[in-house]
């Protein structure tokens, strides 16, 4: 049975779409391997991975509907930036930002977007873009430090 | 509603996601 996020319905078909999904029990007086090779010592943690079965991006502890989907759409953004697929990891930042925008992923979603950006066009204002953006909307994250050098971009 | 089909095999699960092109999502969780 699914409960939690996995109850909703928009999560299911999400899931069903772009993943394929897998539990992996967690044993915590005898770990199990993957509990080892994914280095795994709390629950829930989840992962996003390619085909291959690399791991892109992590979540430990619950998560609500919206921050949920947003984590997984950033995972697979993240995914498509790690093989330097750029125009691909652009669509998939912009599609956290305008679809979940009052996630918690949403920060690290802007700032990936405007490197994506960089790297996609070879324009350092994306770079300036995701400074400002984050500097107006989320002055108190670390993704918002983060972009700080960015500040002196010329726009 | 549809269920979400889990698979419980993380290496199975690996190779349908190369043979489909899907990405895998893994979730850890414990039966407390």
Known sequence: MNTGPYSDEKVQKYIAAEFIPVKSQCVWDKRTELMKQFDVAWTPTLLVHDSTGK???RVVG????DDFLAHLKLGKAKMF???FRFADALDNFTTVIEQHPDAGAVPEAIFFQGVAHYWKSHDPKGLRRAYDTLAARFPQSEWARRALPYKQIPL | MADIKWEKDFHKAVELAGKTNKSLFQDFW???
């Not at chain 1, 619950?62 to 509907?65: E, L, R, Y």
């Open chain 2, 30 to 32: 414990f039966d407390g």
């Open chain 1, 55 to 57: 791991e892109h991006h």
């Open chain 1, 81 to 83: 930036f790690n093989r």
């Open chain 1, 62 to 65: 619950f998560v609500p509907v």
